[in-house]
């Protein structure tokens, strides 16, 4: 009786523990964690567009890095918001294939504009679902900017999700960009997918 | 008859302002068509949208646009070519300086006792040791700039950012904040003085100069909009929101924030 109950028991419990344990690992990356890799990855993004070699070398580079340290594939998810239940999974593929490109054409244009660029990590506040890193980035020539940097702990590493600037969310405006070309092509997801390849070959063009 | 010409700017400022207005009554015609309520999740979204008025908006945009192109950004370049980043912080501190009294009042009618303190001591230190308002040595001593305005008083009695609206010249707005564009006209400390000639000629020349520094400050980021938007009337759409949230939020950490510590210490640290 007493085994019957002990087992009817841990089976109960062992969904909860599961959850004590995702839990757990939730919390494992703490604000200092999230600094240091922001401060990390920051080095990495100053040293590649400071340094030298070409544009496109410099491009690829970034590339690379954009897809180490930002959670692209989620964000895409979050900027597709309600639509991904309305996208076929083809469509839905095919989103998160623009989605990528179109996130490395958006960097690249960045390059040239923050030649000289300097950063410091100036704190960190946990948030619900993680830490939003704040720092000061310096461009010659410019007043400096505050960004912060929304950090979770995807896949066992930390990700970034969001920027956040002057109190705005780059997901946000880029989700509400999005759902305006749906809306205004009467709910059409096809739509934002022939805008998203149209603005692809636009900014190929404009850097050639 | 100064006090008449500076009357009679005024008065010709209010005829362009209700000729504004009712441009915005013609443009009521040009209102987009709302979903039908059956269709839930659209019609929801419409309504969260709350820009009834978009196509005359987008018209207004469009327009602003082209002044823009022609007119403002040729002219923030050219600023920008001839003065350094110190220079541009200086005119920035300046304007923002002008604009403090109208803030300290907004904080007082907002019921943010420390903004309201945090912001009259910026304008004594700043107009005294910070020569005028060209420096701004209030920050290194811990009174942080907050920035107010009427909409945002408005916003903290309750009263509803109400539908969106994109004004010419003017910009991104709404029903609630379009009572700035009035209220920051009068509410400098220039008003107080006796009108003059030379009163109402620094006032052109500051308003201008404020106009283009501000321009020439976004303008790596208007370009960037542009170039990277699918819809950048959307954009600025959302970030215009976002970004008056923000400002309501702010308000009331740094209030708060001066009660339980130093003034000016940052968010995160609380």
């Known amino acids: ?208 | 008859m100064q006090v008449k010409y500076v009357k009679g700017f005024k008065r010709r400022l209010e005829q362009a302002l209700g000729l504004g207005a009712s441009l915005l009554a013609i443009g009521l015609s040009g209102c987009a068509t709302p979903p039908p309520k059956s269709d839930t999740a659209n019609y929801q979204a419409y309504q969260q949208l709350n820009d009834p008025l978009e196509p005359t908006n987008r018209a207004f945009f469009r327009f602003n646009n082209t002044l823009d192109r022609y007119a403002m950004k040729p002219v923030a370049k050219g600023y920008v070519a001839v003065t350094t980043q110190p220079i541009r912080n200086h005119v920035g501190y300046f304007a923002s300086n002008i604009n403090e009294p109208a803030r300290t009042i907004n904080f007082m009618a907002e019921g943010m006792p420390t903004d309201a303190g945090t912001s009259f001591m910026r304008f004594l230190i700043n107009s005294t040791i910070g020569i005028g308002g060209i420096f701004d040595p209030a920050s290194a001593l811990g009174y942080k700039e907050t920035d107010t305005d009427l909409g945002l008083t408005l916003a903290m009695w309750g009263v509803p950012p109400g539908p969106y609206l994109y004004l010419p010249v003017f910009g991104p707005s709404g029903v609630r904040d379009a009572s700035n564009i009035p209220a920051e006209l009068y509410g400098t400390p220039m008003e107080l003085a006796p009108a003059s000639t030379a009163l109402d000629d620094f006032g052109y020349a500051e308003g201008g100069l404020h106009l283009i520094n501000t321009r020439a400050g976004l303008l790596d980021t208007i370009d960037q909009i542009n170039a990277t938007a699918l819809d950048p009337y959307a954009t600025f759409r959302s970030l215009y929101r976002q970004s008056r949230d923000s400002q309501i939020q702010l308000i009331k950490q740094h209030d708060l924030q001066g009660a339980n510590g130093a003034p000016g210490t940052p968010y995160y640290v609380h």
Request: charged residues 15%; hydrophobic residues 45%; negative net charge.
């Open chain 1, 1 to 208: 009786m007493h085994f019957r109950r002990f087992i009817l028991g841990a089976a109960l419990a062992a969904p909860m523990l599961g959850m004590i344990a995702t839990a757990a690992q939730a919390q494992a990356m703490t604000a200092d964690d999230a600094k240091a890799f922001i401060d990390q990855s920051g080095q990495q993004l100053v040293t590649i567009v400071n340094g030298g070699g070409s544009p496109t070398d410099k491009a690829t580079q970034l590339r690379t890095l954009v897809n180490q340290i930002v959670a692209v594939d989620q964000v895409g998810d979050y900027v597709l918001g309600r639509y991904i239940n309305v996208a076929t999974p083809a469509q839905h593929d095919k989103f998160q294939q623009l989605f990528h490109q179109l996130l490395s054409y958006n960097i690249t244009y960045q390059i040239k504009a923050y030649q000289g660029v300097s950063f410091v990590v100036t704190g960190a506040t946990p948030q619900a679902d993680g830490v939003l890193v704040d720092t000061t980035i310096t461009t010659p020539g410019k007043a400096p900017a505050d960004v912060g940097w929304d950090v979770e702990e995807i896949g066992g590493k930390p990700q970034i999700v969001d920027v956040i600037v002057a109190g705005t969310s780059m997901r946000i405006t880029t989700r509400n960009d999005y759902a305006s070309v749906v809306t205004d092509n009467g709910g059409s997801v096809s739509a934002l997918l022939t805008a998203m390849q149209n603005q692809i070959d636009k900014a190929a063009s404009a850097q050639q």
